[in-house]
């Protein structure tokens, strides 16, 4: 009898053992954006590259301290190293558009004809047309397609933790004859623009958080120099009701954590996963550390990465916590009791 109630153990924690570490999917906000755009209605203005000028969606969103705004692109693979052959231009400007007190702005990622890439932001003109103010964050996933995330203080557009934004909208253009500065002058023709989208109102302050999600973390994380890590944080629900909420991520200067919102519904008294990867920039030595901040719970979690030259547990980036310890120990228990039997 006794060893019977070992194995059955055993089997049980290693079965409640690939539960645990299950993933759980989660929506990110490229599911509800507030500007869509057909597929394929890019101009044709010449025969190739008309992708890389294709806009399918854009979104806003904020982490409190930053308006962050996405531009979803039908294809951006190897966008920064050749973008001499995208419909025969000299470059090109990726802008996400918005209305604020009425002003318009607008956030940009331009590539020029040698593979430059710049962040910037802006307002528009009546006379001059764009005008740019100065340079923000962004980055972009070099894929089909691919997604261009700009960052830029609230503070630039005369916001603070309120706001709305309206006449949302997202373009690209093609440049010519001005291969370096490619929104100073030159021939631009507009390769894509979308209808105007829905408003959208800051919505990621701590007045706005809710109160019945907590999020939790168990473990530390590691992220290689240059390298990008994984690890797990959990949203429980502590409610009878369901609850949905925008998550966003925060993380020092230099280093990239992914994703930064997401949306996501977590059902009454249950929990969710949500996994982030972090990216270690490769200027970093090791030892050097990052803070990473996620709010839109009761309270923000504060996570610390370590940069290292090799992780300590193979490659994800996470030293397991106490639910691994726990069963392994667990395991042990009931290959003692199965010995004893013997």
Same mark, same amino acid.
Request: net charge negative; charged share 15%.
């Given at each position: 009898?006794? /060893? ?14 690939? /539960? ?5 999917? %989660?929506? +990110?906000? $490229? ?18 590259? !008309? ?29 920064? #190293?050749?973008? %001499?052959? /995208? ?9 996400? =558009? ?5 002003? #318009? ?19 528009? &003109?009546?006379?001059? +047309?764009?005008?740019?103010? +100065?340079? *923000? ?29 309206? &006449? ?7 440049? =010519? ?17 979308? $209808? /105007?989208?829905? &408003? ?7 007045? !706005?958080? %809710? ?6 973390? &168990? ?21 009878? *009701?369901?609850?949905? *909420? ?7 200067? %230099? ?67 106490? $639910? ?14 199965? =010995? =004893?039997?013997?």
């Amino acid at each position: 009898m006794k /060893m019977k109630f070992a194995a059955l153990l055993l089997v049980g924690l290693m079965v409640w053992g690939a /539960m645990a570490f299950a993933d759980f999917a %989660n929506a +990110g906000s $490229e599911q509800t954006p507030e500007v869509t755009d057909p597929e394929g209605d890019a101009s044709t203005l010449t025969t190739q590259g !008309t992708q890389y000028f294709d806009v399918l969606a854009a979104w806003f969103d904020s982490d409190g301290k930053n308006l962050i705004t996405s531009l979803k692109i039908a294809d951006l693979t190897g966008v920064g #190293s050749q973008a %001499n052959l /995208m419909a025969g231009g000299d470059g090109a400007v990726y802008y996400v =558009r918005f209305t604020i007190k009425d002003k #318009s702005w607008f956030t940009s990622m331009s590539v020029t004809a040698t593979g430059t890439t710049k962040y910037d932001y802006g307002y528009v &003109d009546a006379t001059l +047309g764009n005008s740019v103010v +100065g340079s *923000i964050e962004g980055t972009y996933t070099n894929a089909a397609p691919g997604i261009i995330t700009m960052k830029a203080p609230l503070g630039n557009f005369g916001l603070k933790k309120t706001g709305a934004l309206t &006449d949302t909208q997202g373009e690209t253009d093609i440049y =010519r004859g001005v291969p370096e500065e490619i929104i100073t002058g030159g021939l631009v023709n507009v390769a894509d623009d979308t $209808e /105007m989208g829905k &408003d959208y109102t800051l919505g990621s302050s701590p007045e !706005t958080a %809710n109160p019945a999600v907590e999020f939790s973390f &168990d473990g530390t994380v590691e992220a290689q120099i240059g390298k990008t890590a994984s690890f797990d944080v959990i949203a429980t629900n502590t409610q009878n *009701i369901s609850a949905s *909420i925008t998550v966003s991520a925060n993380i020092s200067e %230099n280093w990239v954590i992914s994703p930064i919102s997401t949306q996501i519904t977590v059902d009454a008294k249950g929990n969710q996963t949500i996994t982030y990867t972090v990216t270690a920039p490769a200027s970093a030595k090791v030892g050097d550390t990052a803070t990473i901040t996620i709010t839109g719970g009761k309270s923000p979690l504060v996570v610390t990465v370590k940069a290292v030259s090799e992780p300590s547990n193979g490659g994800t980036g996470k030293t397991p916590g106490f $639910e691994m310890l726990g069963l392994l120990g667990a395991i042990g228990v009931a290959a003692v009791l199965l =010995r =004893r039997k013997k």
